[in-house]
């Protein structure tokens, strides 16, 4: 049976993929910065806490992955954050810049996180004939206004995607990048009101936001389809921003 890694499994998307792959013949670990509560926990799926920015928290976790699992066959990057604002904005009496710490604290959950997962499951997936890293990138990674720390992040992440897919696949391990749009999700609902949303929808040719359900059923055909590799798939109903 193949090992799953799925990151920020208490997101929408996170929780998504979890219950889908539960019904599949896969061990599931799910990993996220928050505890999980017992009664929304699945009895198939392993549950972890971790800081997963935090280089010596992963170092602890994946000790434990690798005593109980000894391989990793599939890694989900779902795990990072979304942060709105613009590099200067005016006030009534001056100017407002964006924030260097919250520009670090986007690229330290987006990119830098994605990248550490990665490299701690490679070490577990050398030695299989197949495996694949999903990271997870944006349709803001070709440049949103107000999200310059956050489209800097996943746009880095496609390159990041890129040259995994050319330096692993020697080792048989294939990256993938998905870029999605706006989805009915809890981010997307957190981020913008119903105005800013319903001129989004005006804006996408598919005339609706996307159902998480399509996401996930994205993610298992890249996991299917051994020949999707080093590309960034987007899915975003037709929408250009």
């Not at 208490?10 to 996220?32: E, W």
């Not at 005593?67 to 990057?77: E, G, V």
């Not at 050398?126 to 440049?143: L, W």
Request: aromatic share 8%; charged share 25%; hydrophobic share 35%.
């Amino acid at each position: 049976m193949k090992n799953i890694i799925i990151t920020g499994s208490s997101g929408s998307l996170g929780v998504k993929l979890t219950k889908f792959f539960s019904k599949k013949k896969y061990n599931i670990i799910a990993v996220d910065n928050k505890k999980i509560d017992k009664k929304d926990k699945l009895s198939k799926v392993d549950y972890y806490t971790c800081d997963l920015s935090n280089q010596k928290s992963q170092k602890l976790l994946f000790n434990k992955i690798k005593k109980k699992y000894k391989k990793i066959d599939i890694l989900l990057n779902v795990a990072g954050m979304i942060y709105n604002s613009l590099i200067i904005k005016r006030t009534y009496k001056n100017y407002k810049f964006h924030s260097y710490n919250k520009w670090k604290s986007v690229i330290n959950a987006n990119l830098n996180t994605s990248f550490l997962t990665s490299i701690n499951c490679i070490k577990l997936m050398i030695e299989n004939n197949d495996s694949v890293i999903i990271n997870f990138s944006s349709i803001s990674a070709k440049g949103n206004i107000g999200q310059v720390a956050y489209s800097s992040s996943k746009s880095a992440i496609e390159t990041m995607t890129k040259v995994m897919s050319k330096e692993l696949s020697v080792l048989n391990i294939r990256a993938v990048s998905i870029a999605p749009g706006y989805f009915n999700s809890q981010s997307t609902k957190k981020n913008m009101n119903e105005k800013e949303l319903s001129k989004v929808i005006l804006r996408t040719p598919s005339r609706r936001i996307g159902n998480v359900d399509e996401l996930v059923n994205l993610v298992d055909i890249v996991i299917k389809n051994k020949f999707i590799n080093g590309k960034t798939i987007n899915i975003d109903g037709g929408l250009e921003l």
